[in-house]
């Protein structure tokens, strides 16, 4: 079975730069897998910040940034603020019509 | 820009069939360049894919749910749906409803999610 992985947390000062990971418990995450990453706030549905690796959503700041680093998907946040205190997940698409998502970074700013 | 709505009980028994709705509107379901999906996320934890349909008809379930789930389209409505049978407490989540098309590869447009609380 497939296992997406992200860290469970992570935290980040005001105006610090993050980079959040995604994974594969085997193998390595390439832009074949069209890693996309999601902003999630409590009770709101996810809202989509990069997919196919790097490309930035519609209104999305440029402070965020995805890319692969090394054999993982990565999303970069540049000069955090205090609302980009949220939940992101990564998700991948294992092709023939399937997807995996992680399990969510909870990020904190402070 | 599409908008999507799930709609269904918030209440399901154990053992008993959960069924949801997700409308779209603002485009059509029969569009060739989208598929439509299902993701949940029971409280407190991550989201999950439960499966997908393109309006041909074709399926994509998540192989740990696979037996359990039925996904289908009503071209006539312009809604797609969700029945997961055999439910437990497992199942408690809120379920979304989202859209995504092949030629970008993600999931564009998310309606706003509805929780099903499986208890008797």
């Known amino acids: 079975q497939t296992v997406v992985t992200q860290e469970p947390s992570f935290s980040v000062s005001p105006g610090g730069t993050v980079t959040l990971t995604c994974g594969l418990s085997?193998?390595?995450?390439?832009?074949?897998?069209?890693p996309s990453w999601y902003q999630q706030t409590p009770g709101q549905a996810p809202r989509t910040l990069i997919y196919s690796t790097n490309t930035r959503s519609s209104g999305v700041p440029d402070r965020f940034s995805g890319s692969i680093l090394g054999n993982k998907a990565a999303l970069t946040i540049t000069g955090a603020q205090a609302d980009d205190e949220s939940d992101y997940y990564c998700v991948l698409y294992m092709g023939s019509g399937f997807w995996v998502f992680g399990g969510g970074t909870k990020l904190t700013v402070l | 820009q599409l908008q999507l709505q799930e709609s269904g009980p918030g209440l399901v028994k154990p053992s008993e069939t959960l069924s949801l709705t997700c409308t779209v509107s603002g485009g059509s379901i029969i569009s060739s360049a989208y598929y439509w999906g299902w993701i949940r996320q029971p409280p407190g934890k991550g989201l999950e894919w439960i499966g997908s349909?393109?309006?041909?008809?074709?399926?994509y379930h998540n192989p740990s749910l696979k037996s359990r789930v039925t996904i289908s389209v009503d071209t006539s409505k312009n809604q797609f749906s969700l029945k997961l049978g055999s439910v437990t407490a497992a199942d408690t989540a809120v379920y979304y409803c989202?859209?995504?098309?092949?030629?970008?590869?993600?999931?564009?447009?998310w309606g706003q999610g509805t929780l099903v609380t499986v208890s008797s």
């Open positions: 349909i393109y309006y041909s008809g074709s399926t």
């Open positions: 989202a859209s995504y098309q092949l030629l970008s590869v993600f999931f564009d447009y």
């Open positions: 085997s193998g390595s995450v390439s832009t074949s897998y069209y």
